[in-house]
């Protein structure tokens, strides 16, 4: 009855570990559509959004900001040169947010941020640095939106 319930387990252990294997197809157009290279990876442009200097803007200035500054990140989204965004959760770097760029150079990014009202009210500083990351990083936006529940 051992020998039987340990080959029984033996057999379930190994049809595990081989379920667990896929196999990958390489997608070309796919990769192309993604701008990935042969080892689908791209550049990117990663940008830090810090505490900025502007400590003097009152809260309903504050609000405006905010609302230009989202307003923003869909519009750059939309356009296809942001690919990521998002909030820090409360930290002691005065980290507050990360853009993942859809750009190839430091300047291009910069451009883009400085389209930011909370940038530049000095809400916000950011640091900006070429990245280089999986294409598949391209299809965030359209995954998020068919993930996110529509306003009522």
Same mark, same amino acid.
């Given at each position: 009855? !051992?020998? *039987?319930?340990?080959?029984?387990?033996?057999?379930?252990?190994?049809?595990?570990?081989?379920?667990?294997?896929?196999? $990958?197809?390489?997608?070309?157009?796919?990769?192309? =559509?993604?701008? &990935? +290279?042969?080892?689908?990876?791209?550049?990117?442009? @990663?940008?830090?959004? #810090? $505490?900025?200097?502007?400590?003097?803007?009152?809260?309903? =200035?504050?609000? #405006?900001? @905010?609302? &230009?500054?989202? /307003?923003?990140? +869909?519009?750059?989204?939309?356009? &296809?040169?942001?690919?990521?965004? &998002?909030? @820090?959760? !409360? +930290?002691?770097?005065?980290?507050?947010?990360?853009?993942? @760029?859809?750009? $190839?150079?430091?300047?291009?990014?910069?451009? *883009?941020? =400085?389209?930011?009202?909370?940038? !530049? /009210? #000095?809400?916000?500083?950011?640091?900006? $640095?070429?990245?280089?990351?999986?294409?598949?990083?391209?299809?965030? %936006?359209?995954?998020? #939106? !068919?993930?996110?529940? %529509?306003?009522?």
């Amino acid at each position: 009855m !051992k020998k *039987l319930l340990y080959i029984l387990l033996m057999l379930l252990s190994i049809n595990t570990l081989t379920a667990q294997k896929t196999e $990958t197809v390489y997608d070309e157009k796919l990769a192309k =559509e993604l701008g &990935g +290279n042969d080892n689908g990876m791209k550049t990117y442009i @990663f940008c830090i959004l #810090k $505490t900025g200097s502007n400590t003097t803007a009152t809260k309903e =200035e504050k609000a #405006k900001y @905010f609302e &230009g500054h989202m /307003a923003n990140i +869909n519009r750059l989204a939309d356009e &296809g040169k942001l690919v990521v965004a &998002g909030p @820090f959760m !409360k +930290n002691d770097r005065n980290y507050r947010g990360v853009f993942i @760029f859809n750009v $190839t150079t430091v300047e291009e990014a910069q451009a *883009l941020v =400085e389209t930011d009202p909370a940038v !530049k /009210a #000095k809400i916000f500083e950011v640091e900006l $640095t070429p990245w280089f990351c999986s294409a598949a990083l391209m299809a965030v %936006p359209e995954t998020h #939106k !068919k993930i996110t529940k %529509p306003k009522s």
